[in-house]
């Protein structure tokens, strides 16, 4: 019989989640064992990393784009009126006032 444990011992051979993520520094020497990794996810002060990471509640994957990134390539429908038809215009386009109006404010978990 075979017994599967998800979310058990880390692999020690695993890349560190630092590598793609959005709040870390990664500065490497040429030997193998060079290597400074900071932490900007805090707010209030940058943090020295000095093992592997392999689970963080400030993760976000820079291989992924950010909500601002999305909304920089997005198509946005202006309504019409009587001088233009409505229309899809690149938000890159639009007036900074005009991008405003199109921004949902992000929240964060426990916001009320």
Known sequence: MRINVRGGTARNDADTLCQTCRHSRITRGRKIDEELVFCDASQSATVQ?????TSCSDYA????????????QAWILQPGSPKRPAA????????????????????????V
């Open 49 to 53: 990393i000095g093992f592997k990471v």
């Open 61 to 72: 994957d820079r291989r992924t784009p950010s909500y601002l990134e999305l909304m920089h």
């Open 88 to 111: 899809f215009v690149r938000a890159t386009d639009l007036q900074e006032g005009e991008i405003t109006r199109h921004l949902i404010p992000v929240r964060r978990p426990g916001d």
